[in-house]
């Protein structure tokens, strides 16, 4: 599987954007898939993660801002971000496996990542 992550930007507090990560390969609808996030000087820390039939998981840094869906008819996987902070800003990966780890970061595959910056 590869995946390419995309939508990334420059927004205000307070503001939105929407990532979107494509996947190549067969069988997108069996593979569990998540969104991360790393701050400079900080570890990766898992900030969203989604199984096959749509069921979800949040951390509690994001919950009631963020949300993940994917649309497997486009093998496409997407994080809505509302009401950004500036300790959101991060570099943001997808990850993919056929493990469901939630929101540990041992998947099995990962996008080259795209940058969020939260700043006035």
């Known amino acids: 599987v590869q995946l390419v992550e995309s939508g990334g930007g420059l927004v205000q507090p307070g503001g939105s954007l929407r990532l979107s990560c494509a996947a190549s390969?067969?069988?997108?609808?069996?593979?569990?898939m998540a969104w991360f996030r790393q701050a400079p000087g900080k570890e990766r820390e898992g900030v969203a993660a989604i199984d096959g039939d749509g069921s979800t998981v949040y951390a509690d840094f994001v919950k009631g801002r963020f949300t993940i869906s994917r649309d497997n008819a486009v093998n496409t996987l997407y994080l809505q971000m509302n009401t950004l902070k500036p300790e959101d800003t991060a570099m943001y990966y997808c990850?993919?496996?056929?493990?469901?780890?939630?929101?540990?970061?041992?998947?099995?595959?990962w996008g080259q990542g795209t940058q969020v910056t939260v700043s006035s």
């Open positions: 390969g067969d069988t997108y609808n069996t593979y569990y």
């Open positions: 990850a993919a496996d056929r493990i469901g780890w939630r929101l540990l970061a041992q998947y099995n595959y």
